[in-house]
């Protein structure tokens, strides 16, 4: 029904960036929020950043003013853009969504298939 990919994540030095991408597709009607997580090793999943249908945004205390959420509406798409980056942000980034599918009333939370995209902050 739906498919959420992320992609962009690498190595990169500290103080860099990195532009992510979550791509969603499928009998999509709508999409209310999109959301990237993150999960170090040993650690629990964090919630980084959220962005609404109608661009209001969220952040982590640990990203905000380096972190910035933002949508393509047309393509169903989000971004985090990760600059300044540290070695605290290594992680695997993953994304969901809040999706109405086509011929349904109800909105469901789809995620990606557990795969996320790896960034690694190391020099």
């Known amino acids: 029904q739906v498919q959420l990919v992320e992609s962009g994540g690498g190595l990169v030095q500290p103080g860099g960036s990195l532009r992510l991408s979550c791509a969603a597709s499928g009998s999509i009607h709508t999409i209310n929020d999109m959301r990237w997580y993150r999960q170090a090793p040993g650690k629990e999943r964090e919630l980084v950043a959220v962005?609404?249908?109608?661009?209001?945004?969220d952040y982590a205390d640990s990203v905000k003013g380096r972190f910035t959420i933002f949508r393509d509406n047309a393509k169903n798409t989000a971004y985090l853009q990760m600059n300044s980056l540290k070695p605290e942000d290594t992680a695997v980034y993953y994304c969901?969504?809040?999706?109405?599918?086509?011929?349904?009333?109800?909105?469901?939370?789809?995620?990606?298939r557990g795969q996320g995209t790896q960034v690694t902050v190391s020099s």
């Open positions: 969901n969504a809040d999706i109405r599918l086509i011929g349904s009333f109800y909105v469901s939370t789809f995620g990606s």
């Open positions: 962005i609404s249908s109608g661009g209001s945004r």
